[in-house]
C-alpha cells in the first residue's frame, strides 16, 4: 500500500522525523515498509502561468507563440507546441534554469521566436499519469481556474512528498488507512495524535425523516447506513484532494467518487454513492443474490452471480454488488443531483469469495475481506458528508438511516498479566512502562488487585485477542532490539524419530539415491480430476472432503488420491521441454467414513511415483521411455532397504482404473496385506492427464511402520562360493513367472534351504515355441554357510524344482 508521508504528517506530529526514520521505525516494529521513494525528484523553478495571448507561429504550423503571466513584472513570451494551449488557462510553466526529470529548461530560439521558459504537460513535472484522466494527459497539464500566479506548482501540487510502500501482513487490517497508520506512528515515536476521529464522532446527526428506506435481508451485514444529499454538483474535485489520490495510487474521477476513496483511504471504511434517482421506490435492500441473477458493474461488465454473493439492492433489481463493486444502474453521472451514501460492514469471507469468483478486485474489497473497524462506519459516513457539503455544496436530506442486526462489537477487555509479560519475553520491565506502552496505542488499563490487569482494546485492532497479542505490543513498542538475548529454561528431552518418521526418511532416501526427484504438490484438488482416472461413482476416491471457504475453483476439496498431483508435474516439465523423470512425492490423502463429516477422517500417509516420458541418454545406449521393469526395480531395491523384499510378492491385476489392464500389479505382503500397486497407467488416463505413457507407483506407508521397525536381521559374510545355475522350461502362457518361483523356493526349503535366490532373466514366446506356451528362463543361485556344495547337492535340489512344476504347472525342460 502507497503512503503519503505529507498527508499522513497532518494527523500526527511528525516533525524532526524524516520519511526514512519513520520508514525503519515502522519496520521494526513489525509493518515492513519495502521502499521511500520522492514522489518527484529534483523539479525546481515551475510556477503557475496564466496564458495571456496565443498567437499562430510565423514559421512553423505546429507552434504557437504565447504570452504568459507568472506572476513577475512583465509576462514571459513561450513558444508552445501543445495542441490544447489555448487563452485563459492557468498551466505548469517551467523558468529559464527551472530542473525538471527530463532535464533542465534554458533560454531557447525556435523557429526565429525567442522563448523564455516552457508550459508543461503532466509527465513532464512528473505527475502519475497513469492515474490521471485520459484528457488531462495530452497536451498540456490544465489547472484549475482559481489557481494562484506564480505560485510554486512543487508545494501546490505535493511533488515535494515521499511515498512509503507497505506491505502488510493480514493481521494488521488497521494499517489499510492514514488512521491506523497514524496511532501506531504516535505511539512509537510519544507523538500526539491529531486525527479529527473524535471530533467527527461527537458531531450531532441530523435529524427529520428521510427519503430512503433501508432493509436488512441477510445475516451477512450486521450493520448499514445510508445518507441522502442532494444539489450535488458534479465536477472535479479540489486540486488538493486530486494530489493526494494521486499521490496513494487512486485515480480522481469526480467530486463525489473521490470523497468516498478519500475518506476510505483515511478512515479505512469504504463508501459508495448511488445516484438515489436510479433507486427505485427510495428502498435499498441488503440480500442474497438470486441464483443467475444478472447484473452490469461500473466496469462495463454483465455478470451473473450466485446465491452466495451479497447484493445492494431496489425493490426490482440489484445495483451493486456489496464490498467489491457498484452497479451501473446507479452509476453517478453529470446528471446527477441526488445521492444516497453507503456505510456498512459486510461479511469478510463472503466478500473475497465473490471477489474471487468474478474476478474483480477493488480497493474496497481488499479492506472488507481483511476486516473494518465496526466504530468507523458512522464516523466515515459522517465525515464524507461533511467534505459533501463542503465541496460539493451538497444539503442533507433528512437524517442518517441505520439498519443494525445481531449484537453490535464492542471493545473487548482481556486479562494481562505483567510478570507472565516479562516471563515471556525475558525482560525486566516495569509495571509503568507496559501501561505507557498500551496508553500510547490508544488502549485502555484497569489495574485490579493482584498480578491481573484489564486491558481494554479498541475495535480497530481486531488482531489482539489473547494476552500474548498484548504481550507482543509490549515487545514492538519496547523494541525488540532492546530485549536481551536469553536462553530457553525447562526440562531437556533427547528427541527421537517415531517409526513412521523413521520410515519416511528412509523412504526418501532410497528412492532420491534411485535418481528419483522428490515433489510437494497441491493437497487441493476439484472432484472432477478423478474423471481423468475413471474412478466410479460411489467409489471411495470419490468421497472427497469438500473445504467450506475454498481459495480457488480449482482446489476446493482434500485429495484422495496422488496421482494428479503428480501429472501435472510431469506435464509442466514435458511442456518446458524436459524429455523425461522419474518423481515421487510423500504425503497424505483423506478418506473420509462419511460425508458430511461427522468425526476426523483416516489421514493415510503414503509414497507415490511416477516416472514419464524417457530416460536421460547414457553415453552407451540411447534415451528410450521409462517401462514398468524401470519402476519394478526401484521398488525392490526400496523393498530390500526396509529387509521386506522376500515377504512381498508382485500380483497382477486387471481392476485398477487408472492404471493399463495386465500391465499393473498388487503388491501384497506375506501373501495376505496389499500394501501398494504399480503399473502402466491406463491410455485413456494417461491422455486426459496429459502426461503420455507412464509408470504409476503407490504405497501405503502406515502399513508397513510396525513391520519396518522389526526386519533388520544381520548376517555374516559368506565363506563358502556360491553355484550358479540356469533352467528355460516350456510352460502353459497363463502361468505366471512369479508362481515358478514361489514354487521353487518352497521346494528348496524342503530339500536342505541351500538355494539363496532364484530370479527369471528371459520369457520368450514366438519361433520355436509351441503356440499357447512360452519359455520362461530362470537362474538360481546355491550356497551352504557350513560347506562347499558339489554338484549333486545342487542337481537334486534341481530335479526335485522341475518335478514339482511339472506336476503343477505342466513344465518341461526347454531342448
Known amino acids: 500500500m502507497r503512503v503519503s508521508y505529507r498527508w499522513l504528517s497532518e494527523y500526527v506530529d511528525l516533525d524532526g522525523i524524516s520519511a526514512y526514520d519513520l520508514a525503519e521505525a515502522l519496520t521494526r516494529a513489525g509493518i515492513e515498509v519495502e521502499s521511500v521513494t520522492p514522489r518527484v525528484e529534483g523539479v525546481t523553478g515551475v510556477v503557475v502561468g496564466r496564458v495571456l495571448n496565443c498567437e499562430p507561429h510565423p514559421n512553423a504550423d505546429r507552434l504557437k507563440v504565447c504570452r504568459v503571466d507568472v506572476g513577475r513584472e512583465a509576462p514571459l513570451t513561450i513558444v508552445c507546441g501543445a495542441p490544447n494551449v489555448a487563452v485563459g488557462q492557468h498551466v505548469p510553466t517551467a523558468l529559464v534554469g527551472a530542473k525538471l526529470p527530463g532535464g533542465s529548461i534554458g533560454k531557447a530560439k525556435l523557429r526565429g521566436v525567442d522563448s523564455?521558459?516552457?508550459?508543461?504537460?503532466?509527465?513532464?513535472?512528473?505527475?502519475?499519469?497513469?492515474?490521471?484522466?485520459?484528457?488531462?494527459?495530452?497536451?498540456?497539464?490544465?489547472?484549475?481556474?482559481?489557481?494562484?500566479?506564480?505560485?510554486?506548482?512543487?508545494?501546490?501540487?505535493?511533488?515535494?512528498?515521499?511515498?512509503?510502500?507497505?506491505?502488510?501482513?493480514?493481521?494488521?487490517?488497521?494499517?489499510?488507512?492514514?488512521?491506523?497508520?497514524?496511532?501506531?506512528?504516535?505511539?512509537?515515536?510519544?507523538?500526539?495524535?491529531?486525527?479529527?476521529?473524535?471530533?467527527?464522532?461527537?458531531?450531532?446527526?441530523?435529524?427529520?425523516?428521510?427519503?430512503?428506506?433501508?432493509?436488512?435481508?441477510?445475516?451477512?451485514?450486521?450493520?448499514?447506513?445510508?445518507?441522502?444529499?442532494?444539489?450535488?454538483?458534479?465536477?472535479?474535485?479540489?486540486?488538493?484532494?486530486?494530489?493526494?489520490?494521486?499521490?496513494?495510487?487512486?485515480?480522481?474521477?469526480?467530486?463525489?467518487?473521490?470523497?468516498?476513496n478519500y475518506v476510505m483511504l483515511e478512515w479505512g471504511q469504504p463508501l459508495h454513492a448511488f445516484d438515489f434517482d436510479q433507486v427505485r421506490k427510495g428502498t435499498i435492500i441488503v440480500r442474497q443474490a438470486a441464483p443467475g441473477e444478472p447484473i452490469t458493474t461500473l466496469d462495463g461488465q454483465a455478470r451473473e452471480l450466485d446465491e452466495d454473493v451479497i447484493v445492494i439492492a431496489d425493490v426490482d433489481r440489484a445495483i451493486g454488488i456489496a464490498g467489491v463493486m457498484g452497479g451501473e444502474n446507479s452509476e453517478i453521472t453529470a446528471a446527477t443531483r441526488r445521492v444516497?451514501?453507503?456505510?456498512?460492514?459486510?461479511?469478510?469471507?463472503?466478500?473475497?469469495?465473490?471477489?474471487?469468483?468474478?474476478?474483480?478486485?477493488?480497493?474496497?474489497?481488499?479492506?472488507?475481506?481483511?476486516?473494518?473497524?465496526?466504530?468507523?462506519v458512522r464516523g466515515a459516513m459522517i465525515r464524507a458528508k461533511q467534505l459533501l457539503v463542503e465541496l460539493a455544496g451538497a444539503t442533507p436530506v433528512g437524517g442518517l438511516v441505520c439498519a443494525e442486526q445481531g449484537d453490535s462489537e464492542q471493545p473487548v477487555s482481556i486479562p494481562f498479566s505483567p510478570q507472565a509479560a516479562n516471563q515471556l519475553l525475558g525482560t525486566r520491565l516495569p509495571e509503568t512502562e507496559m501501561e505507557r506502552i498500551f496508553t500510547r496505542l490508544g488502549f485502555s488499563v484497569q489495574r485490579r488487585q493482584g498480578d491481573v490487569w484489564k486491558v481494554g482494546?479498541?475495535?480497530?485492532?481486531?488482531?489482539?485477542?489473547?494476552?500474548?497479542?498484548?504481550?507482543?505490543?509490549?515487545?514492538?513498542?519496547?523494541?525488540?532490539?532492546?530485549?536481551?538475548?536469553?536462553?530457553?529454561t525447562g526440562p531437556t528431552t533427547l528427541g527421537v524419530r517415531t517409526p513412521g518418521q523413521r520410515l519416511r526418511k528412509q523412504t526418501r532416501e532410497v528412492l532420491a539415491a534411485q535418481g528419483m526427484h522428490e515433489v510437494f504438490t497441491y493437497t487441493l484438488w476439484h472432484p472432477d480430476v478423478l474423471d481423468a482416472l475413471r474412478i466410479?461413482?460411489?467409489?471411495?476416491?470419490?468421497?472427497?472432503?469438500?473445504l467450506l471457504r475454498p481459495m480457488s475453483d480449482e482446489r476446493i476439496a482434500l485429495r484422495t488420491h496422488m496421482l494428479p498431483g503428480l501429472a501435472q508435474v510431469a506435464v509442466h516439465n514435458l511442456s518446458h521441454g524436459v524429455e523425461g523423470g522419474a518423481i515421487f512425492e510423500i504425503g497424505r490423502v483423506y478418506w473420509p467414513e462419511e460425508l458430511p463429516l461427522t468425526k476426523q477422517p483416516q489421514e493415510v500417509n503414503q509414497w507415490a511415483g511416477l516416472w514419464f516420458g524417457e530416460q536421460p541418454v547414457r553415453l552407451w545406449q540411447p534415451g528410450r521411455a521409462y517401462d514398468f521393469y524401470d519402476a519394478k526395480g526401484v521398488l525392490e531395491g526400496w523393498l530390500e532397504s526396509l529387509g521386506l523384499r522376500d515377504r512381498v510378492e508382485f500380483r497382477p491385476d486387471q481392476t485398477?482404473?487408472?492404471?493399463?489392464?495386465?500391465?499393473?500389479?498388487?503388491?501384497?505382503?506375506?501373501?495376505?496385506?496389499?500394501?501398494?500397486?504399480?503399473?502402466?497407467?491406463?491410455?485413456?488416463?494417461?491422455?486426459?492427464?496429459?502426461?503420455?505413457?507412464?509408470?504409476?507407483?503407490?504405497?501405503?506407508?502406515?502399513?508397513?511402520?510396525?513391520?519396518?521397525?522389526?526386519?533388520?536381521?544381520?548376517?555374516?559374510?559368506?565363506?563358502?562360493?556360491?553355484?550358479?545355475?540356469?533352467?528355460?522350461?516350456?510352460?502353459?502362457?497363463?502361468?505366471?513367472?512369479?508362481?515358478?518361483?514361489?514354487?521353487?523356493?518352497q521346494v528348496a526349503k524342503d530339500q536342505g534351504d541351500i538355494l539363496q535366490d532364484c530370479r527369471v532373466f528371459d520369457v520368450y514366446v514366438g519361433q520355436g515355441i509351441p503356440e499357447g506356451e512360452k519359455s520362461v528362463a530362470v537362474t538360481f543361485t546355491y550356497q551352504s554357510d557350513e560347506r562347499t556344495l558339489t554338484d549333486e547337492e545342487t542337481e537334486e535340489v534341481e530335479?526335485?524344482?522341475?518335478?514339482?512344476?511339472?506336476?503343477?504347472?505342466?513344465?518341461?525342460l526347454r531342448g
Open 116 to 260: 523564455e521558459g516552457m508550459l508543461c504537460s503532466a509527465k513532464e513535472i512528473g505527475l502519475e499519469v497513469r492515474w490521471l484522466p485520459k484528457a488531462q494527459t495530452e497536451g498540456l497539464y490544465i489547472l484549475p481556474e482559481d489557481t494562484p500566479v506564480g505560485a510554486d506548482v512543487v508545494k501546490l501540487l505535493g511533488l515535494d512528498d515521499v511515498i512509503l510502500d507497505i506491505s502488510l501482513t493480514p493481521n494488521r487490517s488497521d494499517c489499510l488507512s492514514l488512521r491506523g497508520l497514524a496511532y501506531e506512528a504516535a505511539a512509537l515515536f510519544e507523538r500526539p495524535l491529531r486525527f479529527p476521529d473524535r471530533q467527527v464522532e461527537a458531531e450531532a446527526l441530523d435529524t427529520g425523516a428521510s427519503p430512503v428506506r433501508v432493509a436488512l435481508q441477510t445475516p451477512r451485514c450486521p450493520r448499514y447506513e445510508a445518507q441522502v444529499l442532494e444539489g450535488l454538483a458534479i465536477k472535479p474535485s479540489p486540486l488538493w484532494m486530486q494530489m493526494r489520490l494521486l499521490a496513494m495510487g487512486v485515480r480522481p474521477i469526480d467530486v463525489v467518487v473521490d470523497v468516498t
Open 340 to 376: 444516497v451514501l453507503e456505510s456498512a460492514r459486510f461479511d469478510a469471507a463472503s466478500v473475497r469469495r465473490t471477489g474471487q469468483k468474478l474476478g474483480l478486485r477493488s480497493e474496497a474489497q481488499q479492506r472488507f475481506e481483511k476486516g473494518i473497524d465496526p466504530l468507523a
Open 457 to 488: 482494546v479498541p475495535t480497530r485492532r481486531p488482531d489482539i485477542r489473547l494476552q500474548a497479542d498484548l504481550v507482543e505490543e509490549i515487545g514492538r513498542l519496547h523494541g525488540y532490539d532492546d530485549i536481551p538475548a536469553t536462553l530457553p
Open 536 to 546: 466410479p461413482e460411489g467409489s471411495p476416491y470419490r468421497q472427497m472432503i469438500p
Open 656 to 745: 485398477i482404473s487408472w492404471l493399463h489392464p495386465g500391465r499393473c500389479a498388487r503388491v501384497v505382503l506375506d501373501g495376505q496385506q496389499e500394501i501398494g500397486s504399480i503399473g502402466e497407467l491406463h491410455p485413456e488416463t494417461a491422455a486426459r492427464l496429459g502426461t503420455g505413457p507412464a509408470i504409476y507407483a503407490e504405497f501405503r506407508l502406515d502399513l508397513l511402520e510396525t513391520e519396518w521397525d522389526r526386519v533388520w536381521k544381520v548376517r555374516r559374510l559368506p565363506r563358502f562360493p556360491a553355484i550358479r545355475r540356469d533352467l528355460a522350461v516350456l510352460v502353459p502362457d497363463h502361468v505366471e513367472a512369479a508362481d515358478l518361483l514361489a514354487q521353487a523356493r
Open 799 to 812: 530335479k526335485a524344482i522341475l518335478a514339482a512344476w511339472a506336476d503343477r504347472f505342466g513344465a518341461r
